[in-house]
């Protein structure tokens, strides 16, 4: 689960539209294999993930297994993105559904990319810098002198600048080595003393490999750092086209991840099922920890705050990371998501 934010490509998606529109706009109804005895009345739909599949997904596998999304009358097909990238191919039309993060939200819109976010899948940021308990990376400041393995974006300095700050660090004294998409574990062997992480995949396998990590979460060291990551996108264009194609998708997802929240053990099971090459002890560990942050504090699972939008955005504009500032209430819709449960 190597990325944390947005990838480079981000900066041509705008391009990738003018290519993609023309031909995008009609939905995309190749199935799996294993749905061709489905009835006529399902409407095929794909979602794209962010990522090879992982836990932060383990809702989507629920909802697509164990047949939360044929009762909602759709026959739902998870993919992996491929060279295009999850935020093309959902923002042109190509696929309705995809997992993004709230940054690569925020830059394509400020960039005029209609992507819009309609479920937060964790409801406070899990990543943070990790390094391995023999470098000594106990605080900000300790980051100093060491290297740091990028994956190349700008938000990366600025980020770790903006922890280094409340410790008295100097992020120049940090040496960043490009490490693109290289294994963590790997990377830490290999020069690199820490790097960007999700704790809920990369951490947990440290703690079973028996390698300890200490953990700096970015959340702890600025409010505006808890952003949404990963979320669930579509576009503009399907919110408008056919919502109630996005009412009926996001209902049945929510019940994928209320069933992981409250069935930890069976959701892994249902992630290995579905993705056989998945370590089970792996993931078994990894949705034991994330299940209960799925939703946390939240009164549902999913819900976005507009504050959390804004914070991130204004930081990011604060940092030159920005061009202009976002219009945070058109980023992110909470319309989609089932109604709350009078018991919660």
Known sequence: MRRIGTTLGILLIAGALLVMTACGQKQNTTSSGASGGNSPALKDVQVVLDWTPNT???????AQQMGYYKDAGLNVEIIQ????????????????FGISYQ????????????????????????????APVDRGIKTPKDMEGKS????????EEAVMKSIMDTDGGDVT?????????????????????????????????????????????????SPSLDYYT????????????????????????????????ANPDKAADILTKAVPDLDPKLVKASQEWLSPRYQDDASQWGLQKEQVWKG???????????????????????DFLPAPQTSK
Request: without cysteine.
């Open 312 to 334: 991130y955005a204004d930081w990011m504009y604060k940092q030159k990371l920005l061009e202009q500032p976002l219009d945070a209430s058109k980023a992110f819709t909470n």
């Open 103 to 130: 940054e690569s939200v925020t830059q394509a819109r400020v960039q005029g990319v209609p992507l819009v976010s309609i479920a937060a899948v964790i409801q406070h940021n899990t990543s943070g810098f990790a």
């Open 81 to 96: 993105p491929g060279q295009s990238g999850a935020d093309t191919l959902v923002a042109s039309g190509k696929v309705p």
């Open 173 to 221: 004294k940090v040496k960043s080595v490009n490490i693109g998409d290289a294994d963590y574990f790997t990377a830490v062997k290999k020069g690199i003393d820490f790097a960007w992480i999700y704790y809920g995949w990369t951490g947990i396998e440290a703690k079973l490999r028996g390698e300890p990590l200490d953990m700096l979460y970015v959340k702890d060291y």
């Open 56 to 62: 932060n997904h383990t809702g989507l596998y629920v």
């Open 148 to 155: 740091y393995g990028a994956w190349g974006s700008p938000v």
């Open 230 to 261: 990963p979320v669930i996108t579509t576009n503009e264009q399907q919110i408008q086209k056919d919502p109630e194609l996005v009412k009926a998708f996001m209902s049945a997802t929510a019940k994928g991840y209320e069933y992981a929240i």
